[in-house]
């Protein structure tokens, strides 16, 4: 009897073993030791919509390549400034990135269009000419340099903000050291309106304001909180000067290196964190827009005289970046 039990209790837990082993094998049946594992840049804090994006797209992709492709964030800037990740991505030592456009306008005339001020009437009229034909032209024409351009993020209307005094007339611009992106279009822009550019990086703002360095800088509502760009900066002109698109790029070397599936694959990925990013961005846009309320941030809106002389001014812009291109700005400024 006692043999009998003794023999049933081995075939009992000989079955178990086995049962396990089996299911462990399945648990990593779809997944393979990464073959590639690459590398993302962003600019902002991990929690910042962008980095968000970033994030989710880095999942999917995993995910979809069954771990065969593996991809990590490095956000804050951890692998260089905006300039000098585009530096990178050229020549391949930054897999994948998200810069803004007003960066690589630096290096591909075209995208100028995209750039100037007030060309969009709002966040709806941007979507709608870089979802349609003109967007997806502009891709193309990104992917025939060093990077191959995945997908669209928002980064809403830039807005001038100050230290000392408000702006609520292009007259108080008159000599005020504003800090622009490294971008001799945005230098441009503010002096056109009276200003003195200061070429300053992104992660550097925040110090200059503090030490008085600068008057003012100029930027999105939520790059403006996230920065805390206004503990130094307490007025902000909600002028809207510019929409400035931002991208998802690969590098063409790694692109080079993928199949043709995984490019489908990864493309469709960068649509959907696209997608993801740009619904954060609305949430995001309006929770720090209550925040500025409660940390007692003047908002100053413009009146319309005012807002027609900002615009007046910004007409040697559009002279000396866009005068080759005026079909494709009028173009742009039909589409309903
Ligand atoms: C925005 C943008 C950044 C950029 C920054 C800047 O925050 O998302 O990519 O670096 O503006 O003003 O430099």
Redesign the pocket.
């Known amino acids: 009897m006692k043999r009998r039990i003794k023999i049933i209790a081995s075939i009992t837990v000989a079955i178990t073993v086995v049962g396990i082993i089996i299911y462990m094998n399945k648990g990593t049946e779809n997944k393979h030791s990464p073959e590639f594992v690459l590398s993302y840049a962003?600019?902002?804090s991990s929690d910042?919509p962008?980095t968000m994006g970033g994030y989710r797209f880095a999942e999917l992709v995993e995910e979809r390549t069954d771990g065969r492709i593996k991809i990590k964030v490095y956000p804050n800037?951890k692998l260089g400034?905006?300039g000098d990740v585009i530096k990178q991505i050229r020549f391949g030592g930054v897999d994948f990135a998200?810069?803004?456009a007003?960066?690589l306008v630096e290096y591909i005339d075209e995208l100028n269009v995209i750039m100037m001020p007030y060309l969009f009437r709002d966040s709806d009229h941007m979507w709608k000419v870089l979802d349609g034909k003109i967007g997806d032209e502009l891709m193309t024409t990104v992917n025939n340099y060093d990077v191959e351009a995945l997908s669209w993020?928002d980064?809403g209307a830039?807005s001038f903000y100050t230290v000392d005094k408000p702006i609520k007339s292009i007259d108080d611009m008159k000599g005020l050291k504003i800090?622009?992106?490294?971008s001799e279009l945005m230098a441009n822009m503010v002096e056109a309106l009276g200003a003195k550019a200061v070429e300053i990086?992104?992660s550097k703002?925040y110090d200059s304001l503090k030490r008085g360095n600068i008057d003012g800088?100029?930027?999105?509502i939520?790059?403006y909180e996230?920065?805390r760009h206004y503990e130094s900066a307490r007025y902000y002109t909600l002028d809207e000067h510019i929409r400035?698109p931002?991208l998802q790029l690969c590098s063409k070397a790694t692109w080079n290196k993928f199949s043709e599936e995984d490019k489908i694959i990864i493309r469709q990925c960068a649509e959907e964190s696209a997608k993801y990013e740009r619904e954060l961005w609305k949430d995001k846009e309006s929770e720090y827009r209550s925040k500025m309320e409660e940390q007692e941030v003047e908002v100053i809106e413009l009146s319309d005289v005012e807002k027609m002389r900002f615009r007046y001014a910004m007409t040697e812009v559009y002279e000396r970046y866009c005068s080759e291109y005026m079909d494709t700005i009028n173009n742009i400024i039909m589409i309903e």
Do not use: F, L
Request: net charge negative; proline share 3%.
């Open positions: 962003d600019n902002q910042y962008t800037a400034s905006e998200r810069v803004s007003s960066q993020y980064a830039r800090r622009v992106q490294e990086t992104y703002v800088a100029e930027n999105n939520p790059s996230s920065e400035i931002e």
